[in-house]
């Protein structure tokens, strides 16, 4: 079956910098989840999209951006890198509309920040 | 707001004996989803069971059950017949579903994470 697909899935950047991260959902999946797990920490919300639109917002910094596009992919944008923002970035979907409450997580992209 | 604990940093257990994770939770919500999801070494976080607070019944997926014990908000993991592939992170964690009202509906809220390693 068709997982959740993420690129890339290793990035490094520098401090200042600018990365963008994509999530690819389930086919027929609507909904889409950022999550961000630090070195040794649990996974923390940051932002979620339903129908192409934002649905809910965790610890997200305003560094950060997220949209869902019209084909159901999600991209995260992260401006003004900082060395805390080194972690495993997941994407999740769920197929909200179908009463699924199940996420499926991709494989996670995980950013280095130097 | 909802918490998760896991009290159980580390665990360890034989192969093919029996192991029971812990987890509580607080919640002031009646309608919600519990998951217990594992993550392996290679960091992938895979939904292992889900229980719906509003069924009695524990959920059961061949090896793994849950005994959801509601009105003491304790959800612990049952992994019967341990494998070495089972070695991995657990996470519990707390949803409210779509629909339910308010905020913060649909976010996966985690525990700490319990270490399981299964040895030979």
């Known amino acids: 079956a068709a997982g959740v697909i993420q690129s890339p899935r290793h990035l490094i950047k520098e401090k200042r910098e600018t990365a963008t991260l994509k999530c690819y959902p389930i086919?027929?999946?609507?909904?889409v989840y950022w999550y961000q797990q630090g070195p040794g920490q649990d996974p923390q919300f940051l932002i979620s999209?339903?129908?192409?639109?934002?649905?809910d917002k965790g610890s997200i910094p305003d560094r950060f951006s997220a949209q869902q596009f019209s084909d159901y992919h999600s991209e995260l944008n992260m401006s003004s890198l900082e060395l805390g923002d080194s972690a495993l970035y997941f994407c999740?979907?769920?197929?909200?509309?179908?009463?699924?409450?199940?996420?499926?997580f991709g494989p996670g992209t995980r950013l280095t920040v130097t | 707001a909802q918490t998760v604990t896991q009290s159980q940093p580390e665990m360890s257990v034989q192969e093919a004996e029996t192991v029971t994770l812990s987890c509580t939770y607080d919640?002031?919500?009646?309608?919600?989803?519990l998951f217990w999801y594992k993550q392996p070494p290679s960091r992938q976080m895979i939904l292992v069971i889900r229980?719906?607070?509003?069924k009695q019944q524990n959920a059961t997926e061949n090896r793994f059950s849950v005994n959801f014990q509601k009105a003491a908000k304790s959800f612990s993991l049952k992994i019967s017949d341990s494998q070495l592939g089972d070695t991995a992170m657990y996470f519990c964690?707390?949803?409210?579903?779509w629909g339910a009202g308010g905020t913060s509906y649909g976010k996966l809220t985690f525990g700490q994470g319990t270490i399981l390693t299964v040895h030979p």
């Open positions: 964690a707390f949803m409210k579903p």
């Open positions: 919640t002031s919500e009646n309608n919600y989803y």
């Open positions: 229980q719906e607070a509003y």
């Open positions: 086919p027929r999946h609507d909904t």
């Open positions: 999209f339903y129908e192409k639109m934002q649905s």
């Open positions: 999740a979907s769920s197929h909200r509309t179908g009463g699924g409450n199940e996420q499926y």
